[in-house]
């Protein structure tokens, strides 16, 4: 498949602002629809400045996050308090300012031992969006960052059976390249599945990573994402050709 769809920003600003204006867009269309509309969120920089823009283009749309559920792609296993936390980057930069009703948010428990938090984040994504033990959840958006090494989440180059794992919804990653070493990650199998997947790939540091992963045989862990899914967009202020913005 490997099919995928690059937009190109002036700066990690401007791409956090469209990519942010296309998330409202979404989640007002799945709104007038009376649907809940599943998300997957990341962390990282670029992701605190997409954050930031939702926040600021919600309060002049009046967007509504009330119909939204929130889940992430992966944590660090530490508390929700930690510095490293993503929870704790998303509680403060979005769903608190965007008074995001408690019973919508459904965080990674990075505090638990890792396999026990897969376990339990599995079970409440597939209850969420109302599928079967053994079923793949379809979340409406999976947002990605994308690292130097091109692994998005926690699932990391030269993991090979992570890159093999089509079945687990959220796995445990144990000595991660990066620090902290134990961390669950969303797997490979939902990431096909999503109805849409969103990567944010900003800075000069990851242009080799960006452009070896969008090579047809790259076997970086954006490109496995890539080449399992029909459509991926990217949005990023490397420099690459540049095209329209996206709906869902």
């Not at 937009?7 to 867009?25: G, R, T, V, Y």
């Not at 376990?119 to 958006?141: I, N, S, Y």
């Not at 090579?215 to 991926?232: D, K």
Request: hydrophobic residues 50%; charged residues 20%; glycine residues 6%.
């Amino acid at each position: 498949m490997s099919q995928f769809q690059l937009f190109s920003f002036p700066s990690d600003d401007a791409l956090a602002a469209a990519a942010a204006e296309a998330w409202l867009d979404a989640i007002a269309a799945s709104t007038a629809v009376d649907r809940d509309f599943t998300v997957a969120l990341s962390g990282g920089r670029v992701m605190h400045k997409f954050f930031a823009a939702a926040i600021t283009l919600a309060a002049a749309r009046a967007s509504d996050f009330r119909r939204v559920q929130f889940f992430w792609a992966d944590e660090r296993c530490v508390p929700p308090d930690d510095p490293e936390s993503n929870y704790r980057l998303a509680d403060e930069a979005l769903l608190r300012p965007a008074a995001v009703p408690v019973e919508n948010i459904h965080r990674l428990r990075g505090e638990l031992a890792p396999a026990a938090a897969a376990e339990a984040a599995t079970h409440q994504l597939r209850k969420v969006c109302g599928v079967a033990a053994g079923e793949l959840p379809e979340l409406d958006l999976v947002l990605l960052g994308m690292g130097e090494d091109g692994h998005v989440a926690s699932l990391f180059p030269g993991d090979a059976a992570a890159a093999a794992d089509l079945s687990s919804v959220f796995l445990p990653v144990f000595n991660s390249p990066k620090p902290p070493p134990n961390r669950i990650s969303i797997g490979h199998g939902p990431l096909a599945a999503a109805r849409a997947v969103w990567v944010l790939a900003a800075g000069p540091g990851k242009q080799p990573a960006l452009h070896h992963s969008l090579a047809a045989v790259a076997t970086t862990p954006l490109a496995q994402v890539l080449q399992r899914r029909a459509a991926t967009t990217i949005f990023t202020d490397i420099s690459c050709e540049q095209s329209s913005l996206p709906s869902l």
